[in-house]
């Protein structure tokens, strides 16, 4: 497994694509397309849950995923690739790992990102709904 990455972006950048609860909760409520990208460990969302419509690339592979063919991204997490160019919510447990991802984000062309610093501990303290998280079935070498 890789290391978490160490670079923290400029903090006027953070705080510009930064969303509140009451953004991600209305944004929830409203239906619409949202890639919510949470970047804990599988094992974190497992025993905690998660905020409704996650998706899961935890931070430590979040640079190999993002170099991935599109095929192989699908293939290995359960989802399709996100083009750099889709706006991309990112979470995680307390907002240092939300942080960590944004150089990781920027290095492979997502800057359309929207980053809730709260993350997970904020989603549960102001009463949001949490499910339970589960790993969406990796897709068969060979087919069918």
Same mark, same amino acid.
């Given at each position: 497994?890789?290391?978490?990455?160490?670079?923290?972006?400029?903090?006027?950048?953070?705080?510009?694509? #930064?969303?509140?609860?009451?953004?991600?909760?209305?944004?929830?409520?409203?239906?619409?397309?949202?890639?919510?990208?949470?970047?804990?460990?599988?094992?974190?969302?497992? #025993?905690?849950?998660?905020?409704?419509?996650?998706?899961?690339?935890?931070? #430590?592979?979040?640079?190999?995923?993002?170099?991935?063919?599109?095929?192989?991204?699908?293939?290995?997490?359960?989802?399709?690739?996100?083009?750099?160019?889709?706006?991309?919510?990112?979470?995680?447990?307390?907002?240092?790992?939300?942080?960590?991802?944004?150089?990781?984000?920027?290095?492979?062309?997502?800057?359309?990102?929207?980053?809730?610093?709260?993350?997970?501990?904020?989603? #549960?303290?102001?009463?949001?709904?949490?499910?339970?998280?589960?790993?969406?079935?990796?897709?068969?070498?060979?087919?069918?």
């Amino acid at each position: 497994m890789a290391d978490l990455p160490t670079e923290m972006p400029p903090e006027d950048l953070v705080l510009s694509h #930064q969303v509140s609860f009451g953004e991600l909760s209305s944004r929830l409520a409203s239906g619409g397309q949202l890639l919510l990208l949470d970047v804990r460990r599988r094992d974190e969302l497992e #025993q905690t849950g998660c905020i409704p419509r996650t998706l899961n690339v935890p931070l #430590q592979e979040l640079d190999a995923a993002l170099a991935l063919p599109d095929d192989q991204f699908c293939a290995q997490y359960g989802f399709p690739k996100p083009a750099p160019k889709d706006e991309l919510w990112v979470s995680c447990r307390s907002g240092r790992r939300v942080r960590l991802a944004v150089p990781v984000l920027d290095r492979h062309g997502y800057n359309n990102v929207k980053l809730y610093l709260g993350s997970f501990l904020d989603w #549960q303290a102001n009463g949001g709904a949490v499910e339970p998280f589960v790993a969406p079935k990796k897709a068969s070498a060979g087919g069918d």
